[in-house]
């Protein structure tokens, strides 16, 4: 109570008016996997930092914002691809974990000095390629450079461009080979009269770069190491350089490059840490490395870690892929004798759909857990997390990896597999609900993703309670504010009942909170709703009938 010490008039603030509880949001998944890269770079004082993102969760909120931090495509890897899959079909923030980069395979281009001062990259990230290989040959009749000597140069009339002395090719030809998977090496681009020249900075100085004639390369793009070296020390001599990427890039994943550390905030474990995520996406758990076998042990393992991490947070959902190349028998016995998961905390999803692959423009077949982790998100925000997501189009998805029957489905959908079929004339549709729980009270991912707002929510909107005098007028403003933001739900159609009384109560008197709980600083309320469940078998009863006959 305030003081009152001399005569006066006092105007005081009584806050006795509601704390309305608000809704927390339902559509924010994390993705786990590969990435070309894991950056992010910003500008202080002139000055050009860069800080590695590698291991933690970086909000992003499109597909502009992941290239700048996280590159492009990548080829042999999932997780870009799955990201572009959530912003297709109705994502619009999403978190991203990168714990493997694999930049783009690269070779050095010896000059007549033998140094790699010219590189050749590949314009796309990833394993393929280091498939192809490069290589350089002189226009007919040209000047080979010397390999015994060192580059030299002179200078122009002006003394500001460097010509090249006879030893060194003026242009020179650049063909792209691929390996072929039966052995030895195909053609796939061939760039004529490539050059090194030196052009005018913004800064004013001179600088080298390369210049070619006809269309922008492919497969491949050629970079000047140093630019401020002049043209004959950067052209390269005839030579054949396959490309590579640095081998600690292309280890094989292990259960702890994904599992991460809680206090590094690396990994799954580092998610602790970031109160809005409510879905898990691991697309990159299915992808091998070269010369390498998919290791199903590690995908049951680390499987088994995320459900873990979602029901100890208890307010975010995994979604899992199968793994590759099964069948509806074998998806099946992965389900209930290989990983034997029971958790309401889960959703599992089969088979992989087939994207166009933006590395090659050639049809792909991928996890479908980033796809299905957008159509989560805009089923959501059309429809409410109360709405199961199913029966709703796949964007993107060109094609299936196995078209699954009713009869095939018939067997995996009492086993809490949902399957993504293709219907004529409706396209390619998530044709199941279901958790990975056993108990029929969860059955379904819209209850879980339901009772995981209504909880949140309700979390977040109470926090004000907290060593508030624990007396009845508390119980009062509690039961007030609780059944306000419920009747909310009610009215969106998330709770079943054709009047707030028949959809959910609250409860909270001196009999749930008697002296010796009190005493202990408890405070305890009960909360009853009634969710509604998705009409997953319809069934129409027709018989023949005429007037008269009784009904």
Known sequence: MPEYLSPGVYVEEVDKGPKPIEGVGTAMPVFIGFSEKAESVYREDGERFTVDLSGRAELVTNWTQ?????GGFVSGAFMPNAVYGFFQNGGSRCYVVSVKSIPPAAAGLLNSAGKPQLIARAK????DGAKMRVNISLPEGAAPAAADKKAKSAKGKDGDAAAPTADTPSTFNVSIEREKVTGGWHPVESIRNVSVTQVEAPDGNMVSTVAYQGEAPQFVELIVGDVSAE??????REQTQPLAIETKHLAAPKVGDFQGEVLERTGIEGLESIDDITMVVVPDLMTTMPGEKLDLQMVKAVQTGIIAHCEKMSDRVAILDTPPNLNPQQVKNWRMNVTG??????????????????TTNKPMTMPPSGYVAGVWSRSDNTRGVHKAPANEVVQGATGLAYQVTKGEQDVLNPNGVNCIRAFPGMGIRIWGARTLSSNPSWRYINVRRLFNYVEKSIERGTQWIVFEPNEPRLWGRIKRDVN????????????????PDEAFYVRCDEELNPPESRDLGRLIVEIGISPVKPAEFVIFRISQWQPGMDE
Request: net charge negative.
């Open 484 to 499: 306000a933001f419920l009747k909310t739900v009610w009215a969106s159609g998330a709770l079943f009942g054709l009047t």
């Open 66 to 70: 992941y290239n700048e931090k996280f």
């Open 341 to 358: 998961f029971d958790s309401s905390y889960a959703a599992m999803y089969y088979p992989w759909i087939e994207v166009n692959d933006p």
């Open 124 to 127: 796309t990230a990833g394993v």
């Open 231 to 236: 043209p004959a020390a950067l052209a390269p």
